[in-house]
Nanobody
Framework: VQLQASGGGLVQTGDSLTLSCVAS????????MGWFRQAPGKERAFVGAIRRSGDNTYYADSVKGRFTVSRDNAKNTVYLRMNSLKPEDTAVYFC???????????????WGQGTLVTVSS
């Protein structure tokens, strides 16, 4: 599975932004999809994830209520809608795919390249 993330950019505090991640192949619907981020000088951290059918989502406490993960299995695409952005949300965002609980510490099987989100104060 190859993952291609896009949608990053420079925004201001309080703005919204939506990231997209398109997967290759025809097995997208078999995977739990997730988003992770890595801020400068920090380790990569879990942001949110969505189960295969989209019926369950999981979020890091730091983004709960502001970020929403969704997916369109017909388009092989997962989205991360980010509202009320803060400077501390500045990071490189990565999409990922896995068959196990990637929201619970299980490493994903596949990673996309990152897309940079910068939130200015």
């Amino acid at each position: 599975v190859q993952l291609q993330a896009s949608g990053g950019g420079l925004v201001q505090t309080g703005d919204s932004l939506t990231l997209s991640c398109v997967a290759s192949g025809n097995t997208f619907s078999l995977y739990t999809m997730g988003w992770f981020r890595q801020a400068p000088g920090k380790e990569r951290a879990f942001v949110g994830a969505i189960r295969r059918s989209g019926d369950n989502t999981y979020y890091a406490d730091s983004v709960k209520g502001r970020f929403t993960v969704s997916r369109d299995n017909a388009k092989n695409t997962v989205y991360l809608r980010m509202n009320s952005l803060k400077p501390e949300d500045t990071a490189v965002y990565f999409c990922a795919a896995g068959t196990l609980a990637i929201h619970d510490g299980i490493p994903p099987s596949y990673w996309g390249q990152g897309t940079l989100v910068t939130v200015s104060s």
